[in-house]
């Protein structure tokens, strides 16, 4: 089973920056299909806002498109989004997930679909 761990929420003040991070629990997988960042404003829907796909593709919701960055470490099995130019508007808890999470286990292949616990992020003005 493959569990990811995100780090690096918390609070920073408007115009700041900050960088998240999602690694996965297994080092042996093979293949991540897509990587994807998401937030959940409170009473709002959880949205996705930045993605990469597996031969470096990336896209970024309008709403964080030049200020927002995801990138990954394919080594480490891991994927960052750095913010920049915080606002009011981005406090959220951030998801990271990762789709088609492919390993071995000796016998079989499997492929998951897996969530991050969520990290908060407050940006005050």
């Known amino acids: 089973q493959v569990q990811l761990v995100e780090s690096g929420g918390g609070l920073v003040q408007a115009g700041g920056s900050q960088t998240l991070s999602c690694t996965t629990s297994?080092?042996?997988?093979?293949?991540?299909?897509?990587w994807g960042w998401y937030r959940q404003a409170p009473g709002k829907q959880r949205e996705l806002i930045a993605s990469?796909?597996?031969?470096?593709?990336?896209d970024y919701d309008n709403s964080v498109k030049g200020r927002f960055t995801i990138s990954r470490d394919n080594a480490e099995n891991t994927v960052y989004l750095q913010m920049n130019d915080l606002n009011a508007v981005d406090t959220a808890v951030y998801y990271c997930?990762?789709?088609?999470?492919?390993?071995?286990?000796?016998?079989?292949?499997?492929?998951?679909?897996?969530w991050g616990q969520g990290t908060q992020v407050t940006v005050s003005s």
């Open positions: 990469m796909t597996a031969d470096g593709t990336t």
């Open positions: 997930k990762c789709q088609g999470a492919t390993y071995y286990t000796g016998s079989v292949y499997i492929t998951e679909d897996v």
């Open positions: 297994r080092k042996d997988i093979l293949r991540i299909t897509v």
